[in-house]
């Protein structure tokens, strides 16, 4: 016990030159082997190595089958001191880390790391409601089902993710869609405080009048600046929303296409409301289905948002009234299903374009009918511009800083296929069609280059789709507070800010 508080404190201590001196000339093998024994005894028991019962679930703990890698150890921190000892520890071995939040993104490497050490953040796992009913601070190893079950015991909601089970950290540091941000604005707008453990090691808060550069930088930033222990969100006075689930066949789909541009067009502030909006392709049955999937806060059933909707005749349709936290358990994404890519581009709403852009889509899948376990969609993520508008107007702003005078609409492949044989034919083929599309949206004047990094593909950079003058403060902001470059040398993976 002595000798891991020594080597706590010591830890702790260890200087910055010393971490800088490490990084970079230390081997992966080398470094990850120095991490896993010091945190191994430092960390009593929160360790586990390949040889472990747990290492193999752990290990599978991802959504992407992709995203399986073979880490030399995983730590496990109960509570953010423990995070801190952790990174003083990497920092002093100068070992290769990645950190994994509820583990969907599905960037590999982005949460997980071969032969490296992954920090898993699923300890974390605190809820706690503050005395007003206003806010709710909730731990890195949380998902949005465990913190709108929460919040329900007090008639609370918050803005957060659409499904079940994605992870609070990671959908919480790129932006965050949810379905109110019409009225709410994006999940990162509604964060008032976050607990940091920096590359360092130090602990910091960000909110508006601490470290207010890094509480910016924040929200939007990703995994560029420290880690998160803790996010404090506010809440919303929601106990019920309304909800619709409308199937459509292939004959309407233009319809489908034109109330989804008009819903995406629809300024409207007084009620919290949104959808998700996807279409499939059997390449075997040759049957498309487009789904929406609509909230809107409130009781009024059906819900009036999706009026232009259900005016179009449905294969299926299902209204009703429930509790936030009984809709986000019927919405499961279960983990390891299949191997996943996503790739976007980003346009003003216009039906002739997003009807040709799914024609031109669906023809393409079917040169891809041969690969194993194909299941291709194309899914539509709403920005209206009254969301943008609360991103201007939350107080501080954020990195995307997208002007709040036109709406937009993200146009998004994801698919899923079996094999990894697929996985260079399958990167190939999206980009090709979304370059191909990109450019005539460019020309007909439709294109946005802004790019989400929740629906973008490994491939993609949406730092370039930032205002430059955001990205050059958001340098200045890591360089300020990761001087000796943590979580860009040593935390290298997922959607890392230029370091040149
Ligand atoms: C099925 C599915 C549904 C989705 N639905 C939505 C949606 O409704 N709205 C939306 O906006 N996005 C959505 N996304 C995208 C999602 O937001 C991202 O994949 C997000 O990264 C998931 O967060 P996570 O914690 O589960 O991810 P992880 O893979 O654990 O983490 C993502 C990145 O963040 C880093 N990170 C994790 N925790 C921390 C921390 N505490 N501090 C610093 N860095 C950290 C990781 O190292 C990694 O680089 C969805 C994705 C999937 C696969």
Known sequence: MLYRNLLTVALQGASLTNAVATMGRTTL??????ACEQLAV?????????????YERESLNFWDIRAVLEPKCIVFPE?????????SVLTSCGAQFAIRGGGHMNFPGSNNIDGGVLLALNHLKDIHVAADNKTVDVGPGTTWADVYGALDAYDLYCIGGRLKNIGVPGLSLIGGFHYLINKYGMVMDNIVNY???????????????SNPDLFWALKGGANNLGIVTKFTLKTFPIPQISTTIQVFNESVIKDFIAATVDMANYRNLDVGAGPIITI?????TREVDAVLRGVQEGNESPPSSFRNFSAIPSVVTQNAVMRPIEWHNSLDSPFQMFRVQFAQKTMEPDTEQLFRIYQLWKKS????????????????????????????T????????????QSLIIWQFSTGWDKAASDLRMTNWAKNLLDFLHAENQVKGLA???????????????FLGYPKENVARLRAVREQYDPSGTFSVLNWGGFKLPSV
């Open 29 to 34: 093998e080398e470094g990850a082997a120095c």
């Open 42 to 54: 430092t960390l009593d028991g929160a360790v586990i190595l390949p040889d472990s019962a747990d």
């Open 79 to 87: 509570d953010p001191s423990q995070v801190s000892t952790a990174v």
């Open 195 to 209: 607990d940091v453990v920096l590359g360092n090691g130090t602990q910091v808060i960000a909110n508006s009048t």
């Open 280 to 284: 499939t392709y059997n390449t075997t």
């Open 365 to 392: 899948v079917d040169g891809l009918s041969d690969v194993e376990g194909l299941i291709p969609t194309l899914v539509l993520n709403l920005l209206p511009a009254s969301a943008l508008t609360v991103g201007k």
């Open 394 to 405: 939350n107080g501080v702003g954020n990195v995307w800083g997208l002007n709040d005078d």
């Open 448 to 462: 946005s280059e802004f790019l989400y990094m929740g629906d973008s593909g490994e491939f993609q950079d949406p």
